[in-house]
Structure formats: structure tokens, C-alpha cells
């Protein structure tokens, strides 16, 4: 082989070698990928413009904490791994993020199976059911400290319905034969149709907008 071909051949293999800063993948494959290999995220409908902005849909379920160092950056992250983070705090998932992921994907399947929706967005009229849009903080006047109501930010409003979701999930499988997929499936299900006697997420949210109302 002469030193012109193995030029060439060096050159086409440096041409296949992906750059080091350049984007994990293309903007066209992003859009064309599908949450676990089976789930559209492109055509999700937001029926409550306060919260659209803070509630980001990607193919992407982890992403190796690409934002964890970036001051309000979590809004970039996948409400879906958003999600899977929340269900891994707690005693029995810390830190275990693939056994989350695989709740996750598994109550997806059983949103599916019982509605024949997309269970993406299930969990997007979930989490907008389930935001409270008011709560109290405390005010000290003197020596006393007087409750108050107060409009909940939009980033928060996600916060707190993912944190009440995460909760009914985990009240619903302690010391129960209900699998945590089962009951996570359950509970998407039922905040979906804002079902109150169902769903702990949408019970909670009437109830801290009951007594935000109440110190008004």
C-alpha cells in the first residue's frame, strides 16, 4: 500500500470520528427518536399555557445530569426523567435510577393497555391537574405568625405535582401487594381525569388550595 493510500485511509477515518463538542446527535434524529423506543413525544398537546414553558417532552430519559450544575436549568430536563428522578427519592429507590426508569416504562405499557392513549400525555394532563395554583406561607407580624395565600410560580406549580404524584405512588405501595408500576399507572390515570377520590395528587392539590383559600 502506498503513502498516499494510507493518507486516505487516515482521513476517512478521522472523518468518521465524531467531534468531541458536538451534540450527541442530530437535531433531525432527535425528532425523529421515541421515548423508550416506543413513544411519540413530537404531537403532545399543553392545555395550560402557565406551565407549557416549564414542562419540556424529550426522547431522552437520562441524561447522565447534564444539567444537575445549572441554576434553574431543570425545566430543560424530560418531565418524563423528572419523573424518574422524584420516584428515586424516596427509602427503598435511592439512587436507584434504572430500577425508576423501569417503573416507569412499565406503567406506561398500562396506561396504555387501559386507555390506548399516549402515555406521555397522560402523564403531561397529569402533572397539569394536579399543579396547585395557590398556597400559604407565614408571616410574622410582632410575635405572631399570621398564614397568608400566595400565588405558586409556574416552575413550582410543576415541582409540587410531580412531589404529590411521586408520594400517592409511594402511599400506594406501602405494605401492598401493588406493584409501584401498577399503582404509578393508577395514579397518572386517575389525575388525568381529575378524579379526587382517586388520585392523592389531586386530593392534595384541593386540599393546599382549600386552606390557601381559607387565608385569604
Partial sequence: ???EEVEADDADAA???????????????????????VWDVTE???????????????????TMGRHASKQFQKSEISLVERLINRLMQTDENTGKKQQATRIVRDAFDVIFERTEENPVQILV???????????????????????????????????????????GVANATYKSSTSAAEALANELIAAADYDANASYSISQ???????AAAAR
Avoid: C, W
Wanted: negative net charge; glycine residues 4%; without cysteine.
Fill in 1 to 3: 500500500m502506498s503513502g
Fill in 44 to 62: 403532545i398537546a399543553y392545555e395550560d399555557p402557565s406551565t407549557k414553558r416549564y414542562m419540556t417532552v424529550t426522547p431522552i430519559a437520562h
Fill in 205 to 211: 392539590k384541593e386540599e393546599r388550595e382549600r386552606v
Fill in 125 to 167: 394532563r397529569a402533572v397539569e391537574n394536579a399543579a396547585p395554583r395557590e398556597e400559604t406561607v407565614r408571616l410574622k407580624y410582632g410575635g405572631i405568625s399570621v398564614p397568608k395565600a400566595v400565588d405558586v410560580a409556574p416552575q413550582r406549580r410543576v415541582d409540587q405535582a410531580l412531589l404529590f404524584i411521586s408520594d
Fill in 15 to 37: 472523518a468518521d470520528e465524531p467531534e468531541p463538542d458536538a451534540p450527541a446527535a442530530s437535531e433531525a434524529a432527535n425528532e425523529n427518536a421515541e421515548l423508550f423506543g
